[in-house]
């Protein structure tokens, strides 16, 4: 189980996890990050998760493979879905607008 300030995965005992502040590092986009989109397809550089978080979920993950689980079970933690807002939050600035499910819906 993964939440309370604790990783627990194989029915023993709790095992602090480390702790995580969540801080807003979403930069301002510039235009040259604007133009690498429309020119290029990507844009590299900048911080947009905090390296504590991403620590954090890459030893949830290591936990989580050491007991058996698979990786992608940090999707059950609270930080993994917050990284993904982050994410999404930056990616829909880049890109100028709201971004589509694929549905058809914009988000």
């Known amino acids: 189980i993964l939440g309370g300030g604790s990783l627990r995965c194989d029915g023993g005992g709790a095992t602090s996890a480390p702790a995580v502040e969540l801080v807003d590092v979403l930069q301002p986009i510039t235009s040259s990050q ?5 020119n290029e397809g990507f ?13 954090a979920l890459a030893e949830g993950m290591r936990r989580l493979v050491a007991a058996g689980w698979p990786p992608v079970c940090i999707f059950t933690s609270d930080l993994a879905w917050l990284v993904v807002d982050r994410l999404w939050d930056h990616a829909e600035a880049m890109l100028g607008g709201g971004l589509s499910t694929g549905g058809g819906e914009e988000v």
């Not at 604007?34 to 429309?38: F, L």
């Not at 844009?43 to 620590?55: I, L, S, Y």
């Open 43 to 55: 844009v590299w550089g900048g911080m947009v998760v905090p390296r504590r978080e991403t620590e």
């Open 34 to 38: 604007a133009d690498g989109i429309a």
